[in-house]
Structure formats: structure tokens, C-alpha cells
């Protein structure tokens, strides 16, 4: 079983709509979760964090944790064609002290 | 802003060559990490250090090495460059939030 789950998609959204995107983790002892955008042929660049259970909201991001279904998800509301890139999921183990990254989610916005 | 700069953009080495990969970042961070990140296969970290002259092997580190001299400065060495290791090479260093920066890449091919 991956210690970080994501659809690999393509997710495909409509210019304007909301994007979803979600991950699941195995490791009960993950204490900090992390999303990042990366462009084809870029580095990783991170976007957003969430420590505690609820919503975090930056902009037209928002990131979701539910630690007791050990889930998480991010929402990009209205979506842009410039956002369309893939989506790495990552949580951080206190045991091993490394960032786990899930495959990452392609996200395409149609204009 | 943090910065984590790589030395090249872009290289093309030749089978047996010894290959040196420089990393170097400007916030203080204690812990750098290198990953290689192939299609399909997601981010693979190769080698991770928690401090000055210290590394931990990651989960793929065979036919690399790192060197760790100075607090900003993190090198990987591919000690006789292979074909397989045609990839690209990320650098990431990361504050004591758990918060992880990457450097811009270096695209490797070993030809």
C-alpha cells in the first residue's frame, strides 16, 4: 500500500468551475501536510500547508484535513488555465522525519 | 523568499563520467534532501542530511554519494555515471516547520 494515495486523473474542470483534488494517507503518525504545483518541466513549488483538522484558505485555495479519515484535499475555486499543472500531495512523518509525496494529480482547465 | 539554486539547468555527461550535482540554498536550513523524479515513477529521494558532514541514505541511493561540507551547501555525486541515471535531479531544503523548498531542477542525460 503507498503511504500517500492521489488519483494520477487527468482532472479536467471547465475555466471558472472548482477543481478537487484528493489524497489519502496511511501513516496515522503524519503530523503535517503539504500541496504542491508543479508545470511540466518545473520543480515542485509549494502552495499550501495544513497542520490541524478543518479548512485552510489562501486565496482561491483552500485545503481540507480530516486526520481520523486521513484525508486531504485541496480546492482551487475558479479554476484558470494557468492553473493547470500537476498536483503534488506530501505529509511529513515525525517517525522516518522525511516528506512522503503521493504520484501527483494532472489537473487540466479548459478554457 | 527562500532560495535553493542548482548549479546546472541542464547536463549531458557521458557513461562513466564522474558527475557532480551542487545545491546550494540562503535560509539556514538544517536539513537538504536530493530526489530524482522520473515519469511514472513519481519523486525518489536519493540522499537526505540533517546537518553538516551528516547523511542518511534515502530510498534509492546506489551509484550515488553526497557531500556535505558547509550548512548551504549540499552536493550529489554519481561516481560513474550510468545510462539509467538519465533523469531529473532535484534539490530541496527544508525549515524546522516541516515546510520544503526545491531548487529549479537539473536535467541530466547520460549519454
Known amino acids: 500500500q503507498k503511504e500517500v494515495e492521489q488519483n494520477s486523473g487527468p482532472l479536467s474542470v471547465p475555466e471558472g468551475a472548482i477543481a478537487s483534488l484528493n489524497c489519502t494517507y496511511s501513516d496515522r503518525g503524519s503530523q503535517s501536510f503539504f500541496w504542491y504545483r508543479q508545470y511540466s518541466g518545473k520543480s515542485p513549488e509549494l502552495i499550501m500547508f495544513?497542520?490541524?483538522?478543518g479548512d485552510k484558505e489562501d486565496g482561491r485555495f483552500t485545503a481540507q484535513l480530516n486526520k481520523a479519515s486521513q484525508y486531504v484535499s485541496l480546492l482551487i475555486r475558479d479554476s484558470q488555465p494557468s492553473d493547470s499543472a500537476t498536483y503534488l500531495c506530501?505529509?511529513?512523518?515525525?517517525?522516518?522525519?522525511?516528506?512522503?509525496f503521493g504520484q501527483g494529480t494532472t489537473l487540466q482547465v479548459k478554457p | 523568499d527562500v532560495k535553493v539554486t542548482q548549479s546546472s539547468r541542464y547536463l549531458v555527461k557521458r557513461t562513466g563520467e564522474k558527475v557532480f550535482l551542487e545545491c546550494v540554498q540562503d535560509m539556514d536550513h538544517e536539513n537538504m534532501f536530493w530526489y530524482r523524479q522520473d515519469p511514472g515513477l513519481g519523486l525518489r529521494l536519493i540522499y537526505f542530511s540533517y546537518d553538516v558532514k551528516m547523511k542518511e541514505k534515502g530510498d534509492i541511493p546506489e551509484g550515488y554519494s553526497v557531500s556535505r561540507e558547509k550548512k548551504e551547501r549540499f552536493s550529489l555525486i554519481l561516481e560513474s555515471a550510468s545510462t539509467n541515471q538519465t533523469s531529473m535531479y532535484l534539490c530541496?531544503?527544508?525549515?524546522?516547520?516541516?515546510?520544503?523548498?526545491f531548487g529549479p531542477g537539473t536535467r541530466l542525460t547520460v549519454t
Open positions: 495544513i497542520y490541524s483538522n
Open positions: 506530501a505529509s511529513y512523518s515525525g517517525n522516518t522525519g522525511k516528506l512522503i
Open positions: 530541496a531544503s527544508r525549515d524546522t516547520s516541516h515546510e520544503q523548498y
